[in-house]
């Protein structure tokens, strides 16, 4: 008996007040999804509501063209980082996919997934990459790596010139498109 999907892999998550969550996830079929200011914005707006929604704080973030990277933090005993990405990537789908059922039909096409009971995918299936961050180095480290991920990719010549990502928040103090939650090493 063959399956009509894809094996997803499942992963188990660990969300304890205070515990860091190295985040990321793709656009579907790694397409260059990021690029519009609404659909970033539409991203962003997510990332905020789900932070107040289920009380966490973002310590970093970058939105790539076909990729994000989040470190968040949960504030509170029994949050759950499956519910926090499940509303982020939800909620900014949504918003994008009837965004372009309206305006762009021709663009919705590649979206689709041949599949009867998901028609359109916004974000690559499964859960992403998530790791716990415990030590100082590595949470510089991930910062560091989060806030440059433009520049490495040579998208900006400097990392602050990147609107959406955490850059300005950490190396000019200057808020970015989502308040960054710095923490003191």
Same mark, same amino acid.
């Given at each position: ?61 970058? &939105? ?19 519910? &926090? ?24 096409? @590649? ?13 690559? @299936? ?48 200057? @808020? ?8 003191? &090493?």
């Amino acid at each position: 008996m063959s399956h009509p999907l894809p094996h997803r892999k499942t992963r188990r998550r660990y969300s304890f007040p205070n515990s860091i969550h190295e985040l990321a996830f793709s656009c579907y079929r790694n397409l260059p999804l990021l690029v519009s200011e609404r659909t970033c914005k539409n991203l962003a707006v997510a990332v905020v509501q789900a932070s107040n929604n289920l009380d966490y704080s973002v310590i970093a973030y970058v &939105f790539m063209p076909t990729h994000v990277h989040l470190l968040v933090m949960p504030n509170e005993a029994g949050c759950s980082i499956s519910d &926090f990405l499940k509303s982020v990537k939800q909620s900014a789908a949504r918003k994008e996919l009837i965004y372009l059922k309206r305006n762009e039909p021709e663009n919705l096409k @590649r979206l689709e997934t041949g599949w009867q009971h998901a028609r359109y995918l916004f974000w690559q @299936r499964g859960g992403g990459y998530d790791r716990n961050i415990t030590e100082p180095e590595t949470l510089r480290n991930s910062i560091d790596y989060i806030n440059n991920n433009p520049l490495r990719k040579g998208l900006v010549e400097n990392a602050c010139d990147w609107k959406w990502s955490s850059a300005r928040d950490w190396l000019i103090d200057e @808020r970015g498109v989502i308040p960054a939650h710095k923490i003191i &090493f």
